[in-house]
C-alpha cells in the first residue's frame, strides 16, 4: 500500500461505499461490492465479511476467498482468528496468520496460500456483530493507518449492516460476544435493599443517525462549535463553588479540563472527519478506539482517566447531535436501575417513583446527598463501581443487592430465580412488617414505646399512614434546600411545613432546622472560606451556619411559626454545642413570634423547643440546658463519629467501629441518666434506632423513644413486642458496670437466648 494517511485512505474507500449504499442493488449484492472495493484500496488479495447470524460468525462476502465458502463457512464467536477479534471486540494484524494460537484453518476457504491478516471487530452498540478481515499473500503486517481505514470502514459497515437488516438485532443482543455473559459487580452499600430491573444510562449514549457526511467543511465546523461549548461548560464547572472543594470532584475536574482543552483528542476527531465521517461518528469512531485501548490497560489509574475523557466524550457527542436530554426527561419504562457516574439530589427526584428501583454509581458515598434522598425514597444504592458503565448496557437485565453490595448483570435464570425467592421472601417480610401497621409498639411487659420516622420530603408523608408509626421524630428541613438550585423562598417553606403538618393530623412532627454546610453543600450559599474547609463535619455547618447567617434562620423561623398556626410546634436545632447556641436560636424563633403577634398572625398553640445531642461536648452541659428543653433528641451518626473520630462517611471505617461498643452505650447511658432528674423526653434519631440489635440495647438503656427510616419501623415494633423491657434494663445494668468483651456478641446471645431475632 502506498504510504498515505489513514484519513485519505478511509476516505477513498467511503467515496466507494457512499455510492454502494445509495444504489439500489440488494444487501447482497452490496456487501459484494465492498469487499471489492476494501480489497482493491487496501491493496488486499483478500477482503472478507463476516457477521453474526444465530449467534454464528458466518461469511457473508468475499474477495479473494473461495466463493463457495460463503454462507457455509460459520465459526463460534471466540473461535478462530475472527472469531477471537468478535469476542474480544480487538483488532489483530498479524504477519502470520497460522502462527497465532487461536488460528482455526477452514479447507473450504483456500485461504491456506495467505500469510499476513488483519481484521476488525464491526461494532454495534459496543458489541461485535461482524468481523471485517483482509489476507495476503506476503507475510507483513499491515500498516497502523491501513487497520485505522479498515476501522473506519467497519463503523459504516456497522450501519450499512444494520440499515439492510443483515443482521437481526434481537439475535445479535443474544449471542456470546462482548458484554454478554452474567457478571458479577463488588461496590460499597450505600442504602440497603434488594431490587432487579433493566439498566437505564441517567445519560444515554446518542443515536448516531448519519455516518458518512454530505459536507466535510460543515461537519468540522460543527464540532469546533461543539468543542467550545463543551469548554465553557467544564470551565462553569470548574468556576462553581460545589466543585471547589477538593477530593474527587476537583480531581475529575482536572481532568476533564485536561483533555477538553487535549489538542491531541481534537486532531484525531478531525482526522476522523476528514475520512468523511459526520461530526458524531468522528467522535464515535475516536471514542471507540479509546474504549479498546482501556481494554488493555491494566493500570487502574490510567482505566480511570480513560473513563474520564468517555464521560466527556459522551458530553461532545450530546453536544454536537443536540440530543442533551437525560434518562428522566425520556420516561422510565419499566422497573428500571439507574446507572451513572454520580447523581444530584434534585436529577434524581425527576425520576419517576414507581418504576425506578435502585442506582448504581461509579462514584458516591454515604454521605452524599443523592444518598440521603435514595434512603429517604426507599431506593437501594450501591456505589464506588469503578469503571461501571463499560461493564454494561442499557437495558441489561441487573439483580442489585444493596445489602450485600452486589449487583448481578445479566444473570442466568437460575441466578434470577435465586433472586426472586430472596425477593419474595423479602416481600413477605415487609406485607408481615405491613400487616403490623395497626399493631401498637408494646412491649411484652406491657410498656409502650414510641415509634417515629425520620422524613424529609413532601414525598415521604404517606410513610406515616403506611407504617403506622407514632408521628415524625426528625424532619431534616434541609431536604428542601438540597434539592432546590436556589434557597427556597419562604413561601414555598411555608407550603411544605403547612403540607407537612396537615399530612400528619394528630400525629406530632419534629421540625429540625437547616443542617447544612459541612457534607451538604449547597451551591448556591457557599462562600469562599467555606470552600476552602478541609474537615466539614466539624466545621461551619447546622446551628453554626443558621446563628450566623441569621437572616436564614429567621426566614425558617416565621415560615414554620406560620405553618403551625393553631398547633403545636415541635422545633430542635442541630449539632448544640454550647447552651448559649440554643439560646441565642430559640431567641430567633421568640422574636419571630413577637413580630408576628404583632401583625396580628394565628401564632402555633405551643412552641416546644429542644436540642440535638450530636456534639459529645453539650452532654456535659445537661444539668444546665434540660431545664430549659422541651426534648432532647440524640442524633447517634454525628454522635458516634464524632466521639469515634471517625468519618461516619469514610468506606474503610464503616465497619471498624460498633454501635453497641461500651462506650457508645456508656456515653447514652450518661446523657439518660443526666437528664432523668428533669423528665425531659428523649428520642433517639440516628440510623442505630433502626437497627434490631442496636435498639434493642437502646431499650436496654431505658430509652423509650426513636426516631427512624420508614422501612424500619415494621422490623423495630416486632422486636419491641419481643421484650421484656425490664429483663433487658437489668441485663444492662450489668453490662454497663462491667462490661463484656463482645457486646455485640453478649446481646445477640441474650437475644437469642430471649426467642429474638435480631437479623
Ligand atoms: C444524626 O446525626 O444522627 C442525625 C439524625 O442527623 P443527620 O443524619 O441528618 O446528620
Ligand atoms: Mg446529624
Redesign the pocket.
Known sequence: MPPQTAAAAARAILTSLHEIMASRSGAQAKLNQVVEVIGEKLHSEVCSIYLLREGMLELFATRGLNQQAVHVTRMAVGEGLVGTIALHTESLNLAEAAAHPDFAFRPETGEERFHSFAGVPIVRRERAVGVVAVQHVEPRRYEEVEIEALQTVAMVLSELIANAGLIDEDDFLGSGAHMTGPERLQGLTLVKGIASGAAVFHQPRVTIEQIVADDTEAERQRVYLAFDKMREQIDRMASQAEFGVGGEHEEVLQTYKMFAYDEGWGRRINEAIDSGLTAEAAIERVQQRTRMRMRQIDDPLLADRMHDLEDLSNRLLRIVSGQLGTAASMGLKGDAILVARNLGPAELLEYDRRRLKGVILEEGSLTAHVV?VARAMGIPVIGRLRGLRGKLREGDHLLVDGDRGVIDVRPTPSMTEAFEARFAKNRERQAHYAAMRDVEPVSRDGRRITVMI?AGLRDDMPMLNLTGADGIG?F?T?FQFLVSATLPARERQTRLYRDVLDAAGDRPVVF?TV?IGGDKVLPYLRQDDSALEENPAMGWRALRVALERDGLLKVQARALIEAAGGRTLNVMF?MVTEPWEFDAAKAVFESQVAFLKKQKKLLPEAIRYGA?V?VPAIAEWLDVLAPRLSFL???????TQFLFAAD?GHPKLAERYDWVSPAILRFLNRVVCAVAPFGTDITV????GGRRLEALALLGLGITRLSITPASVGPIKELVSKVDIGAIRLAMTGWLVDPPANMRATLTEWAADHGIDCD
Do not use: A, F, V
Not at 633 to 639: F, Q
Not at 685 to 688: K, L
Open positions: 440521603i425520620n426528625l431534616r434541609e429540625r443542617d442541630p440535638m450530636e433528641s440524640i442524633g447517634t451518626n454525628d454522635l461516619r434519631c440516628g440510623e442505630m
